[in-house]
């Protein structure tokens, strides 16, 4: 089973997710190269969409379905 994720964990991350998305994303698996094209991609979107494009290519890439 799972353990359950706490309120302090969910506010460190609701804090700090957006700081460094990129650590984030590499974290999850993703290389440099595909974080990078991302970027360049969605470059005038801001960094809530580079992120939220960067976890939808790492959802792609598994091959079980992500859970938190």
């Not at 997710?17 to 969605?42: A, F, H, N, S, V």
């Not at 960094?47 to 939220?52: A, D, Q």
């Amino acid at each position: 089973m799972d353990d359950l994720v706490t309120t302090k964990q969910l506010d460190y991350v609701a804090g700090n997710i957006l700081k460094d998305p990129k650590c984030l994303l590499r974290d999850l698996g993703l290389k440099d190269t595909t974080i990078d094209q991302g970027y360049y991609d969605y470059e005038k979107d801001g960094i809530r969409e580079k992120l939220y494009q960067g976890l939808h290519k790492w959802k792609e890439q598994k091959d079980d379905p992500p859970f938190l």
